[in-house]
Structures are given as structure tokens and as C-alpha cells.
């Protein structure tokens, strides 16, 4: 098996150090018992942080494994299986990757779902709503779809799931580990653009907002690359067996090529700020139980709190200035247990130009939107205010419901103010 992390240049061997300072490392939960993360003594996803009301120490939460780790790599290389098996092994929260169910379901506070992908059966094709599948069969999704209104909204779901878990961390102590990484979303837009697939005018709109909102987000402490052969992909397209996979005209040996190349450059950049770890699946099998344990037992050993060479020594630089400064700990708790602080008010600022039809539906689409809507006795009402799903005197009483802070579907309103 072959384990590879980088601190420079890409594929660089690494000598792992054993360290003094266990707080600085990963233990798996299997082998030893960490102590219990200490419960919130309140509901702080729907009330954020009561500092102002009740002292509550950040730091006294924390363990070895709080920490946050993503998954990068290629379309179907095996990132949330990874991710998954990681969380059981370190005992952390696994957030799985953003798929068109995040985008397009409604979820009602009795556990119904709605999906409004059921009226592209009657939405003209210009008007449908663009989904994963409809950008994988567009042989020109510039000029007949809608790739960066997607992108966007993928972005979005995933930006708003990281700040999520940041807030877990910071309340809880639970590590966290994401099945894609955020901070990597612009190389995709930028594989897109290679390919033909999206405008430079496009492309240059999402690096600007993906640059700005992601400037005060704390960045991980490990990037997992999982490198996949194309061959690979190819193979997980079959076991998946959907047509529009199997059948996409884009989805091809240059995109996977371009994507990929893209990728690694941008990891190169990165690992000033973050730990890499390459997994390469032509000596790795992630579904292989064996080499995950040898996985594990390597990862134990890396240090995670970084050299402090020099002053540019930026790795782990947020995560650093928390433990010598316990103030920036709770700082960040605050901010990133406000749904609104930390996610709306990032966003708010941003709305593509008008002229950008990659990321707008016309009007006509939009009015034929509202229109079914009106018909569809489903959407009469906000899911969480519909008597069809909640009892009538409780909507009376309590109208939001606790569908309030992060308990509240703000990516839907985000990319629809988009």
C-alpha cells in the first residue's frame, strides 16, 4: 500500500515525525477511548451561540480529534466511501457530498418530501429545471443550459453544509469530515471552462465570488486526493448503470483529464495551508477494509499544528492562532453558529449580471415556475407553514417552527435570489 503526504510539491515524500503533544495528532476511537464530547446544554443549530447568556468555555470541548478533514478528487473516484469509513475509524460527524436531492427537495417538518424536479414533465425544455442529469446530456450546456445557475447552486448546498459543521466542531468538539471540498469548487468551474463546457464571462464571475466568500472560512486541517484512474470512473460508471451517465457527450476522457490536471495544480497551491494526503487507487483499494486500517494507523502519526519555520509559515494558521489564543476559539464560535453571520450575509452581496444566461432563468421560465407552483397545492404555502404537513394551531402559535438558524433551508433562498 502506498501512502503519500505532501507538504510541498506535489507527490513529495513526507517523513512523519512522532510528536510530543498529542492534541496535535488524529487517535482512532477503535483502538483507544477518548472522553465524551461534552453535550450542549441547548438547541445551538436553531439558536446559535448564548454566550451572552450562559459561560460556556469552546476549548474545554475539544479533543485529538477535532478536526476538519475533506475529500477531493475526480467525479465517482470514491470520495464519500472514503470519507465515511474515516469518520467511523476517528469518531467524527461525516457530511456527504451535495447531490440533486439537496437541491430540489423540499422537506416538510412531518418528514415529507417534495420534489419539484416532478414538473419538468410539463415545463417547456427551456424552462425545466436544471438538474445534474440535463448538464451531463447537453452537448452545449453555454449556450442551451444553464451550467453556471448549477455550479452555483452545488456551491452554494456545500458552502452551507461546511459552515454547518464548523458550528458542530465549535459547539460540540466533534471532528468533522466532508465527503467534497469546498475550497476546491473553482477548479471544477475551471475544468468546465477548458472543456467548453462554461464561459470565461462565467467562470471569471464564479472565481470572484468563490474567492471572496471563502476568504473567511477556516480551511481544513487534511485534504484526502483521491486519485482515480480514468478507468476506474469508467467502471463505477457501469455499476451505477444510468443511461445519462453511460451516454453523457461531456462527460469524457477530457473532461477527466482536465479536471484532473486542474486539480492537482490546485492541491500543489493549497498544501501551504492544509495537510495532503494522496490516496492513489492504483495501490489503494479505499473498499478494501485492510488497507483502510493501514490508512489509519499511518494517520495517527501526522502532525497537525504545523512547524512554525518561518513567518510565512501559513499551515493550519487559523487552527494555530485558537490554541495560543483561546478569544479566536470563541470568536469563531460565535460567527460560525449564526446561519445568518456565517452563510446569508456572505452571500447577500452576490447576484449575477443579468446578461449571464449560464446562470439565470429567463423570466418566461421563471413565470412559468410560479405558475405550476399556484397549481400544485404543495407549495400553496412554505413547506413549514402548510396545514397539509403541520397542525394548523401549531403554525398559529409558533410560525417558524424551530426552522430557524441552521435548522432553516437558506441554500434555496440563496440561489434563488441568485
Same mark, same amino acid.
Not at 417538518?109 to 427551456?126: E, M, Q, T
Given at each position: 500500500?502506498?501512502?503519500?503526504?505532501?507538504?510541498?510539491?506535489?507527490?513529495?515524500?513526507?517523513?512523519?515525525?512522532?510528536?510530543? %503533544?498529542p492534541?496535535? !495528532?488524529?487517535? =482512532?476511537?477503535?483502538?483507544?477511548?477518548?472522553?465524551?464530547?461534552?453535550?450542549?446544554? $441547548?438547541?445551538? /443549530?436553531?439558536?446559535?451561540?448564548l454566550?451572552?447568556?450562559?459561560?460556556?468555555?469552546?476549548?474545554?470541548?475539544? %479533543?485529538? *480529534?477535532?478536526?476538519?478533514?475533506?475529500?477531493?478528487?475526480?467525479?465517482?473516484?470514491? @470520495?464519500?466511501?472514503?470519507?465515511?469509513?474515516?469518520?467511523? $475509524?476517528?469518531?467524527?460527524?461525516?457530511?456527504?457530498?451535495?447531490?440533486?436531492?439537496?437541491?430540489?427537495?423540499? +422537506? !416538510?417538518?412531518?418528514?415529507?418530501?417534495?420534489?419539484?424536479?416532478?414538473?419538468?414533465?410539463?415545463?417547456?425544455?427551456?424552462?425545466?429545471?436544471?438538474?445534474?442529469?440535463?448538464?451531463?446530456?447537453d452537448? *452545449?450546456?453555454?449556450?442551451?443550459?444553464?451550467?453556471?445557475?448549477?455550479?452555483?447552486?452545488?456551491?452554494a448546498?456545500?458552502?452551507?453544509?461546511?459552515? @454547518?459543521?464548523? !458550528?458542530?466542531?465549535?459547539?460540540?468538539?466533534?471532528?468533522?469530515?466532508?465527503?467534497?471540498?469546498?475550497?476546491?469548487?473553482?477548479?471544477f #468551474?475551471?475544468?468546465?471552462?477548458?472543456?467548453?463546457?462554461?464561459?470565461?464571462?462565467?467562470? *471569471?464571475?464564479?472565481?470572484?465570488m468563490?474567492?471572496?466568500?471563502?476568504?473567511?472560512?477556516?480551511?481544513?486541517?487534511?485534504i484526502?486526493?483521491?486519485?482515480?484512474?480514468?478507468?476506474?470512473?469508467?467502471?463505477k460508471?457501469?455499476?451505477?448503470?444510468?443511461?445519462?451517465?453511460?451516454?453523457?457527450?461531456?462527460? =469524457?476522457?477530457?473532461?477527466?483529464?482536465?479536471?484532473?490536471?486542474?486539480?492537482? &495544480?490546485y492541491?500543489?497551491?493549497? &498544501?501551504?495551508?492544509?495537510?495532503?494526503?494522496?490516496?492513489?487507487?492504483?495501490?489503494?483499494?479505499? $473498499?478494501?477494509?485492510?488497507?483502510?486500517?493501514?490508512?489509519?494507523?499511518?494517520?495517527?502519526?501526522?502532525?497537525?499544528?504545523?512547524?512554525?519555520? %518561518?513567518?510565512d509559515?501559513?499551515?493550519?494558521?487559523?487552527? +494555530?492562532?485558537?490554541?495560543?489564543?483561546?478569544?479566536?476559539?470563541?470568536?469563531?464560535?460565535?460567527?460560525?453558529?449564526?446561519?445568518?453571520?456565517?452563510?446569508?450575509?456572505?452571500?447577500?452581496?452576490?447576484? #449575477?449580471? /443579468?446578461?449571464?444566461?449560464?446562470?439565470?432563468?429567463?423570466?418566461?421560465?421563471?413565470?412559468?415556475?410560479?405558475?405550476?407552483?399556484?397549481?400544485?397545492?404543495?407549495?400553496? $404555502? #412554505?413547506?413549514?407553514? =402548510?396545514?397539509?404537513?403541520? *397542525?394548523?394551531?401549531?403554525?398559529?402559535?409558533?410560525?417558524?417552527?424551530?426552522?430557524?438558524?441552521?435548522?432553516?433551508?437558506?441554500?434555496?433562498?440563496?440561489?434563488?435570489?441568485?
Amino acid at each position: 500500500m502506498a501512502f503519500t503526504s505532501i507538504s510541498g510539491p506535489l507527490l513529495r515524500q513526507k517523513t512523519v515525525r512522532i510528536l510530543n %503533544n498529542p492534541l496535535r !495528532c488524529l487517535t =482512532n476511537v477503535k483502538d483507544t477511548k477518548l472522553p465524551a464530547h461534552k453535550p450542549p446544554y $441547548y438547541d445551538y /443549530l436553531s439558536l446559535g451561540h448564548l454566550n451572552w447568556l450562559l459561560p460556556d468555555k469552546t476549548q474545554t470541548r475539544f %479533543n485529538e *480529534n477535532t478536526k476538519v478533514i475533506t475529500v477531493a478528487g475526480s467525479v465517482l473516484s470514491g @470520495k464519500n466511501h472514503l470519507a465515511s469509513r474515516l469518520a467511523d $475509524y476517528f469518531g467524527m460527524m461525516f457530511h456527504e457530498d451535495t447531490c440533486d436531492d439537496d437541491l430540489f427537495n423540499h +422537506r !416538510c417538518p412531518n418528514g415529507a418530501v417534495i420534489d419539484i424536479r416532478g414538473h419538468n414533465s410539463i415545463l417547456p425544455k427551456k424552462s425545466a429545471y436544471y438538474t445534474t442529469e440535463l448538464f451531463w446530456q447537453d452537448e *452545449n450546456p453555454m449556450k442551451n443550459g444553464k451550467p453556471l445557475w448549477l455550479q452555483y447552486a452545488y456551491y452554494a448546498h456545500r458552502f452551507y453544509q461546511y459552515s @454547518k459543521g464548523l !458550528c458542530h466542531l465549535f459547539n460540540t468538539g466533534k471532528g468533522q469530515i466532508f465527503g467534497k471540498d469546498i475550497f476546491s469548487e473553482v477548479i471544477f #468551474a475551471e475544468a468546465m471552462l477548458k472543456s467548453g463546457l462554461m464561459s470565461e464571462y462565467a467562470y *471569471n464571475w464564479f472565481e470572484d465570488m468563490h474567492n471572496r466568500t471563502t476568504m473567511e472560512m477556516w480551511r481544513p486541517h487534511i485534504i484526502f486526493y483521491v486519485k482515480a484512474s480514468k478507468e476506474q470512473i469508467k467502471q463505477k460508471i457501469a455499476e451505477r448503470n444510468l443511461d445519462w451517465e453511460k451516454s453523457s457527450p461531456t462527460l =469524457n476522457d477530457k473532461f477527466l483529464d482536465t479536471y484532473q490536471e486542474c486539480l492537482e &495544480s490546485y492541491l500543489d497551491k493549497t &498544501s501551504k495551508y492544509s495537510e495532503i494526503v494522496v490516496i492513489d487507487r492504483k495501490d489503494v483499494d479505499i $473498499y478494501d477494509e485492510d488497507d483502510i486500517k493501514i490508512l489509519v494507523d499511518k494517520l495517527v502519526y501526522l502532525d497537525l499544528e504545523g512547524e512554525h519555520l %518561518n513567518r510565512d509559515d501559513s499551515k493550519f494558521i487559523d487552527w +494555530r492562532f485558537g490554541l495560543h489564543l483561546g478569544a479566536s476559539y470563541g470568536t469563531a464560535r460565535q460567527r460560525f453558529s449564526s446561519a445568518k453571520v456565517a452563510y446569508k450575509n456572505t452571500f447577500a452581496p452576490f447576484h #449575477a449580471p /443579468l446578461d449571464m444566461s449560464e446562470a439565470k432563468y429567463s423570466e418566461s421560465a421563471k413565470e412559468h415556475h410560479r405558475y405550476l407552483k399556484q397549481l400544485d397545492p404543495r407549495f400553496k $404555502y #412554505a413547506p413549514d407553514q =402548510n396545514p397539509l404537513y403541520r *397542525n394548523p394551531l401549531s403554525i398559529m402559535f409558533n410560525p417558524f417552527g424551530g426552522f430557524t438558524n441552521y435548522c432553516k433551508d437558506y441554500p434555496k433562498e440563496i440561489v434563488k435570489a441568485l
